[in-house]
């Protein structure tokens, strides 16, 4: 069973910035793509980020100009950059991995929380 592990979250102030990482237990390259995923207390999940195993990247409007996603295949992590938090990106942060696209993902991480302050 493959495992998808987070870390990187926390506190933080506004305009602050955190790298997320999410280990995996084989190699990412087994996947078609991984990605970030979000939920905040009473909404959705939602996709923030995504990479294809060819570096192709799709970023939610909201991530636009501040996130970067990225891989190290040798260390099969995968990492989220977020600069100039917001309040508003207060949430449970998900690493996900799939093997087929556009299926629904397939593994899933336990999640890491990031809070930023106003």
């Known amino acids: 069973q493959v495992q998808l592990v987070e870390s990187g979250g926390g506190l933080v102030q506004a305009g602050g910035s955190l790298r997320l990482s999410c280990a995996a237990s084989?190699?990412?390259?087994?996947?078609?793509?991984m990605g970030w995923y979000r939920q905040a207390p009473g909404k959705e999940r939602e996709l923030v980020v995504r990479i294809s195993n060819g570096d192709s990247t799709y970023y939610a409007d909201s991530a636009k100009g501040r996130f970067t996603i990225s891989r190290d295949n040798a260390r099969n992590t995968l990492y989220l950059q977020m600069n100039s938090l917001k309040p508003e990106d207060t949430a449970m942060y998900y690493c996900?991995?799939?093997?087929?696209?556009?299926?629904?993902?397939?593994?899933w991480g336990q999640g890491t929380q990031v809070t930023v302050s106003s």
């Open positions: 084989e190699s990412i390259f087994s996947f078609n793509d």
């Open positions: 996900a991995a799939r093997r087929l696209a556009p299926t629904t993902y397939d593994y």
